[in-house]
């Protein structure tokens, strides 16, 4: 009760810091990527970071559902890559859209099967199993396309070029879309709900009567139906199928969803976050772009902002119990 | 003769957050002597012993080793000055041989340093194996060793260490009874190199063959040291529970209905339960008392699905097969695990989340949460159990035991129980909360369900129960109803002090 009180009357900073610290951090690159370059705040600069960030952002729901769960998915760069060429494959053969992402998603959740199957029934670290998955499925497609792009993809591009009301790229709707549903499925559902208890505390859950492995193999497939999404948009973007793309394209989903607050141990995490953190993922990359920063050393940066998202998770943690947000 | 005292304690005061685990403990050890420690669960045994060994710090009060005032930070500390602590539950590493686990921590250098001399470890080893008379190949794996060789080679060791005090906390709790006479002269040896021994136990056998001194802990406080001689098992018992049972316990009597829950023949897979019979009634409070290790734990997560057993198990009539918990929510049986951090609750997640936890299904449409419905369910219970917490959306780890406790319990109850399990509810839990507890129980009872409460606090058990069963080494040994209830009777029972008799 006292604690109430002297909250109430006295403004805690630290709380409200700590809270709307990565806001205040999105809202800070919008305004130094503005001074930093005139070409920063165009309409074309812009609608390119949105365009940019989707793949990645896309990639980042799924990892975001996985962490919650106390899960990981390191296959996810090859995974996209695997469906993303199939879903070519299949359109330059057939012409047709919709067979071509249904064979991505059939393909990606195969995989995201095997992830889950082998985290809960054969008891395997998800690091470790995911792992394996990725040089898999990233063997697969060079064995697929023998290690040759197909280039002419056709009106497939039109995934990525195309606009909605003129203005919102296409690949920004979608990765909205999948925003929407990674909020609904965290807050509406029961699902989401057995994901953030069994990522909180696994032995609690199942002695809830909640089944982990279920639940884990269910948020597996979720997941890999996002990134047979994220491989489409992305060898549109490409405008061609490459066998070698989203390498390590991970490692960025890691990043978007510690930087909103997901935490590596479980049980903690929100879609919104995610979408903030992808977004200032994004924006540093596109400052760096513009005022020429070598590639190399921005995969430097990228690191360390990883790095030390998840220490400011860890020590914020240590500070104090922390309270759910819902 | 106070020149002969070893370790002395004046005033001892430990306080954790929340509870004060030892209050003004005074009494003294005399050297070369088995002195046993004696208390129910939570009387503070544990806690004293490792301020002795340095695991923790006392927040008052001095200890006095050979009459110096000495204060340990560390167990580092503690073994600097001859300290040893055996712990109840044994650490090692599986792979390690039996050289390695010797000279853990003091692995001779080679002149590179970071290199182990493997020459010179051997030897080593060897010459602490020869000091207790020991013969094992040194290159054996821990992992193809018994418990008991493990705990033989773990007090060589310490003795190796120089050690003068050896601590004991419940040392036979995992052994079979040739292992224990083998560990009983072992001790007897190293009394008679002059060495202390601590032994902490509430087995009663044990501690009349082996102590030379014991002294009885209730509640945090010293009660009473005397020599064993002095003690019978019945003025013994009567210092270890102690107090009265006056108005703690809201107990009434409500009439008893027909059997609900029955268990025939049931044994579990892996965790030495055999052959347990009981049946539970519609509102009855059935109690199972035993000491912690007595398989009463390992029993009822079978029962609930976490575990495996087999045996007949009977609900309304009709057998029912329980293989996880979802089947045993299925038929209205449910559980209030003992340790409520690691199995009760979702600390990071909120108070509305971890209530609704179980009871998803039911406020859920296609796999949507009825939200509304869902709030309105859970204050209902939020509100009738008391919960302290400025509102629902709270993180549980905030709360505190007593509270995370009514969380547990508003979860189950949202779910309309036919027969709740509580494993030790009051554990950890001011005495303020327990009182709500017991209430919320009687309540409980009165609407129609079955509780079946666990404990090794007597006086909770005789203050709540209508029937209590006892239990000793993985066996019922006794079912006691309510105008038969004394504590001597019952504590005799759960320590197989009447077994031991009729042998």
């Known amino acids: 009760m006292s604690q109430n009180k002297s909250s109430g009357k006295t403004v805690n900073w630290s709380a409200i810091l700590n809270k709307y610290a990565i806001h205040i951090v999105l809202i800070v690159l919008f305004v130094v990527g503005t001074l930093a370059s005139d070409n920063f705040l165009t309409l074309k600069n812009i609608t390119n970071i949105l365009r940019q960030v989707s793949v990645q952002c896309v990639l980042a729901f799924g990892m975001t559902l996985l962490i919650i769960g106390g899960m990981i998915d390191l296959s996810m760069g090859a995974v996209a890559a695997l469906s993303g060429f199939v879903a070519c494959g299949v359109y330059v053969s057939t012409n047709q859209l919709i067979p071509a992402l249904l064979a991505a998603i059939i393909v990606s959740m195969m995989c995201g099967l095997v992830n889950g199957v082998t985290v809960t029934y054969f008891k395997l670290p998800p690091f470790i199993a995911t792992m394996g998955m990725d040089l898999v499925a990233r063997g697969i497609v060079y064995i697929y396309s023998g290690g040759n792009p197909i280039y002419q993809i056709g009106s497939f591009n039109k995934l990525s070029t195309g606009y909605l009301f003129g203005i919102v790229p296409f690949p920004t709707v979608v990765m909205l879309l999948i925003f929407l549903i990674t909020l609904v499925l965290l807050r509406k559902t029961k699902i989401g709900r057995q994901i953030y208890a069994v990522g909180g505390n696994e032995e609690a859950a199942r002695a809830s009567g909640i089944s982990v492995e279920k639940t884990k193999i269910k948020t597996y497939l979720i997941s890999s139906c996002f990134v047979a999404i994220a491989g489409c948009l992305l060898m549109a973007r490409l405008n061609s199928a490459m066998p070698d793309a989203a390498n390590g394209y991970h490692a960025d989903a890691v990043a978007a969803a510690v930087i909103g607050g997901t935490a590596f141990s479980g049980g903690i995490g929100t879609a919104s976050g995610t979408l903030i953190g992808g977004l200032i993922v994004g924006i540093l990359g596109n400052i760096l772009d513009l005022v020429g920063v070598q590639s190399y050393i921005q995969q430097v940066i990228r690191g360390s902002i990883i790095i030390a998202a998840v220490a400011w998770d860890i020590s914020s943690k240590n500070r104090k119990v922390r309270v759910a947000h819902r | ?314 609900m309304d009539g009709r057998e029912i097969k329980v293989k996880n918990v979802r089947g045993a929510l299925k038929h209205g049986l449910m559980m209030a695990t003992e340790d409520r951090r690691r199995m009760g609750i979702v600390g990071c997640r909120s108070i509305l989340e971890n209530i609704s936890l179980p009871n998803l299904s039911r406020i859920s449409y296609f796999g949507f949460l009825d939200k509304r419905k869902e709030q309105k369910a859970v204050s209902e219970m939020f509100q009738k159990l008391k919960i302290k917490a400025p509102n629902m959306n709270v993180a549980v780890s905030t709360l505190s035991g007593g509270n995370q406790q009514k969380v547990v319990l508003s979860k189950w109850l949202l779910s309309k129980p036919r027969v709740l399990i509580l494993d030790d509810p009051t554990r950890g839990i001011d005495v303020s909360a327990k009182y709500e507890i017991y209430r919320l129980m009687m309540e409980m009872a009165k609407s129609g369900i079955s509780i079946i409460m666990i404990s090794s606090e007597l006086p909770e058990l005789i203050g709540m129960c209508d029937r209590v069963y006892t239990m000793y080494e993985g066996r019922f040994t006794g079912e006691i109803s309510r105008q038969e209830f004394t504590q001597e009777r019952i504590m005799e029972h759960m320590t197989g002090g009447e077994n031991n008799e009729s042998k």
């Not at chain 2, 208390?39 to 006095?64: Q, R, V």
């Not at chain 2, 600097?80 to 003091?106: D, K, T």
């Open chain 2, 1 to 314: 003769m106070a020149e002969d005292n070893i370790l002395e304690f004046r005033n001892i005061l430990k306080v954790f957050p929340g509870v004060v685990a030892l209050k003004d403990i005074t009494f003294s050890i005399k050297r070369g002597c088995v002195h046993v420690i004696m208390g129910e669960n939570g009387a503070g045994k544990s806690t004293l012993m490792k301020i002795i060994s340095g695991a923790h710090e006392p927040d008052g009060g001095e200890l006095l080793l050979d009459g110096k005032k000495v204060s340990f930070k560390t167990p580092q500390e503690a073994r600097e000055n001859h300290i040893a602590m055996i712990y109840q539950e044994l650490q090692y590493v599986p792979m390690f041989s039996v050289q390695e686990f010797l000279m853990m921590g003091r692995e001779p250098e080679c002149r590179v340093k970071g290199f182990i001399d493997w020459k010179s470890l051997r030897a080593q080893a060897q010459k602490i194996l020869d000091l207790g008379s020991l013969h094992y190949d040194l290159d054996k794996k821990l992992g193809e060793l018994s418990v008991s060789d493990i705990q033989l080679l773990e007090i060589t060791r310490a003795i190796s260490f120089d050690a003068r005090i050896i601590i004991m906390d419940e040392p036979t709790s995992a052994l079979t009874q040739s292992e224990v006479d083998r560990l009983f002269e072992n001790i007897r040896k190293l009394k008679a190199q002059g060495i202390t021994i601590l032994y902490i136990s509430h087995k009663m056998d044990e501690i009349f063959k082996i102590g030379d001194y014991i002294t009885v802990m209730r509640d945090g406080t010293y009660i009473d040291t005397r020599k064993t001689e002095e003690y019978t098992m019945e003025s013994l018992i009567r210092q270890m529970v102690g107090r009265e049972i006056s108005d703690v316990y809201p107990k009434e009597q409500i009439e008893i209905g027909k059997t609900v829950f029955e268990v025939k023949h049931y044994s579990t897979w892996y965790t030495g339960v055999h052959d347990i019979n009981f049946h539970v009634r519609e509102r009855e409070i059935l109690g199972i008392a035993g000491l912690m290790g007595a398989g009463r734990t390992e029993l009822v997560s079978a029962l609930f699905g976490l575990d495996r057993g087999e045996g007949t198990v009977i």
